[in-house]
């Protein structure tokens, strides 16, 4: 009975200035550098260990106890230790009994057991209050200070009050707790430390492929075909003007597959005449990842743009300057200025100016700092009005630039078509169509579907 009263009171809220005493089982990297963080917030430290011999790594501040002995001194005790290991918990079982244990383990790889390790550990030790906690954090970030990694700590449990006091501790260190619910969450939480930039995946894999096949294409036409047919070795292209070329294609073509996804669940919903039921798999993960597509669309943008301001110095460029002055000279002729091919020059800079400063508008409202200080009214309009607008000017500037060599058959090498041909397709589809949905007679019935009108009711999920 005093054993239970004792917890109990140590689970209470600390209203003294001394903040508690936390126990840590396990004295490696990660339980050294979270004792000592720990320390420096205020609160008293003792490690549980099979060795109570005190090193010079363990915190100074700490003390070093076996492990029933450390946790009948703290309520809250931190598993710093590996899953495989957890079996010498067992025995503690009645001195855990009511205290809350942090899970702070991660796996190799993904799902590696049929249960994540907090719930293991609650099995294990069905009379104390598990929490998972702090396992997407570093001992590198804890010995920085976080200055320089991610602040935030997954917190989940199914006891409230034991999930309170632990992200009470998160707060104390300088992080920001954020909670997930209850313990069907761990497994979640212990697999994303594990996940490599899983919401680019799509779109690095896409732009890399896309990047190769353009890459590859220009080669042929602008180099090989050269080659063969008028014995002029160009190779040199591949170092600047292929990449100026496949640059602004690959930001033009990734710029519309941002809103693609958009004019595909339109036309689904116009389709089901209702909102409540899920879209396809793949147009989910598509609508998921326009983010990245945008941000990847954007890295192009601005590739393209120092491309562009580097050309004048190059040899090439220079060259070719100096052999049409050398012409002009020659034959004693001066070419005048052919103000339609100003017009369009200047045209086409003009849009792809006022395209790439939208575009990077876009850029800087969708990273989290700026968003957030925005409304949900103020974020829609800037992505997708500005948005659209943005695909409007930029398929302008491809359009103005090279819309003269539609044509043109000496455009078609091997009867193939220019890249920039081949980069307008998807931005022109999406505007027509979305074009399309601007009209009162369809735009009407969408915007009802989208408030939650159904054609047919018996047919929503």
């Given at each position: 009975?005093?054993k239970n009263s004792s917890n109990i009171m140590a689970l209470a809220p600390n209203t003294s200035n001394k903040r508690e005493t936390v126990c840590i089982f396990g004295t490696g990297d990660f339980g050294r550098a979270l004792g000592h963080k720990?320390?420096?917030?205020?609160?008293?430290?003792v490690y549980g260990s099979r060795s109570t011999q005190v090193s010079n790594l363990i915190p100074k501040d700490a003390e070093v106890l076996g492990h029933a002995e450390a946790a009948q001194k703290a309520a809250i005790i931190i598993i710093a230790?590996?899953?495989?290991?957890?079996?010498?918990?067992?025995?503690?079982?009645?001195?855990?009994?009511?205290?809350?244990?942090?899970?702070?383990?991660?796996?190799?790889?993904?799902?590696?057991?049929?249960?994540?390790?907090?719930?293991?550990?609650?099995?294990?030790?069905?009379?104390?209050?598990?929490?998972?906690?702090?396992?997407?954090?570093?001992?590198?970030?804890?010995?920085?200070?976080?200055?320089?990694?991610?602040?935030?700590?997954?917190?989940?449990?199914?006891?409230?009050?034991?999930?309170?006091?632990?992200?009470?501790?998160?707060?104390?260190?300088?992080?920001?707790?954020?909670?997930?619910?209850?313990?069907?969450?761990?497994?979640?939480?212990?697999?994303?430390?594990?996940?490599?930039?899983?919401?680019?995946?799509?779109?690095?894999?896409?732009?890399?492929?896309?990047?190769?096949?353009?890459?590859?294409?220009?080669?042929?036409?602008?180099?090989?075909?050269?080659?063969?047919?008028?014995?002029?070795?160009?190779?040199?292209?591949?170092?600047?003007?292929?990449?100026?070329?496949?640059?602004?294609?690959?930001?033009?073509?990734?710029?519309?597959?941002?809103?693609?996804?958009?004019?595909?669940?339109?036309?689904?919903?116009?389709?089901?005449?209702?909102?409540?039921?899920?879209?396809?798999?793949?147009?989910?993960?598509?609508?998921?990842?326009?983010?990245?597509?945008?941000?990847?669309?954007?890295?192009?943008?601005?590739?393209?743009?120092?491309?562009?301001?580097?050309?004048?110095?190059?040899?090439?460029?220079?060259?070719?300057?100096?052999?049409?002055?050398?012409?002009?000279?020659?034959?004693?002729?001066?070419?005048?200025?052919?103000?339609?091919?100003?017009?369009?020059?200047?045209?086409?800079?003009?849009?792809?100016?006022?395209?790439?400063?939208?575009?990077?508008?876009?850029?800087?409202?969708?990273?989290?700092?700026?968003?957030?200080?925005?409304?949900?009214?103020?974020?829609?309009?800037?992505?997708?009005?500005?948005?659209?607008?943005?695909?409007?000017l930029c398929t302008a500037h491809t359009l103005v630039y090279g819309g003269k060599w539609f044509l043109n058959p000496s455009a078609y090498k091997w009867y193939l078509p220019d890249i920039y041909m081949l980069s307008l397709i998807v931005p022109?589809?999406?505007?027509?169509?979305?074009?399309?949905?601007?009209?009162?007679?369809?735009?009407?019935?969408?915007?009802?579907?989208?408030?939650?009108?159904?054609?047919?009711?018996?047919?929503?999920?």
């Open positions: 009975m005093n720990m320390i420096q917030s205020g609160y008293s430290v230790i590996q899953r495989q290991h957890y079996n010498f918990l067992t025995p503690l079982a009645e001195v855990l009994h009511g205290k809350v244990l942090v899970d702070i383990s991660n796996n190799l790889k993904l799902n590696q057991y049929p249960e994540s390790n907090a719930e293991y550990l609650a099995e294990l030790l069905p009379g104390s209050k598990v929490v998972k906690a702090f396992n997407t954090v570093s001992a590198w970030a804890l010995q920085s200070g976080a200055l320089d990694a991610s602040r935030q700590v997954f917190v989940c449990g199914d006891d409230v009050e034991a999930k309170q006091m632990v992200m009470n501790i998160v707060r104390a260190l300088g992080l920001t707790p954020l909670d997930k619910g209850s313990l069907l969450a761990a497994q979640e939480i212990e697999n994303y430390p594990l996940q490599l930039f899983p919401m680019w995946k799509f779109p690095m894999f896409l732009s890399l492929g896309l990047t190769a096949f353009f890459f590859v294409y220009c080669v042929v036409l602008d180099i090989v075909y050269t080659y063969i047919y008028e014995k002029n070795d160009f190779s040199f292209f591949i170092a600047i003007t292929i990449p100026n070329r496949v640059c602004p294609v690959m930001a033009l073509i990734l710029l519309a597959l941002v809103y693609l996804p958009g004019i595909f669940a339109a036309i689904i919903q116009l389709y089901r005449g209702t909102k409540y039921r899920r879209f396809p798999n793949w147009l989910d993960k598509w609508m998921l990842c326009r983010k990245q597509l945008g941000l990847i669309a954007l890295a192009f943008a601005s590739l393209h743009a120092v491309f562009t301001l580097v050309t004048p110095l190059r040899a090439f460029a220079s060259w070719r300057t100096s052999k049409g002055i050398i012409s002009q000279a020659l034959n004693n002729k001066t070419e005048p200025l052919n103000t339609t091919n100003a017009w369009l020059s200047d045209s086409y800079l003009a849009l792809g100016i006022l395209g790439y400063f939208l575009f990077f508008l876009l850029g800087i409202t969708s990273l989290p700092s700026v968003s957030n200080n925005v409304n949900w009214r103020e974020f829609r309009f800037v992505q997708s009005k500005l948005g659209y607008l943005t695909l409007i022109c589809a999406v505007l027509v169509v979305k074009f399309v949905l601007i009209f009162p007679c369809v735009d009407k019935p969408l915007t009802r579907i989208r408030q939650g009108w159904e054609r047919n009711p018996k047919h929503s999920e």
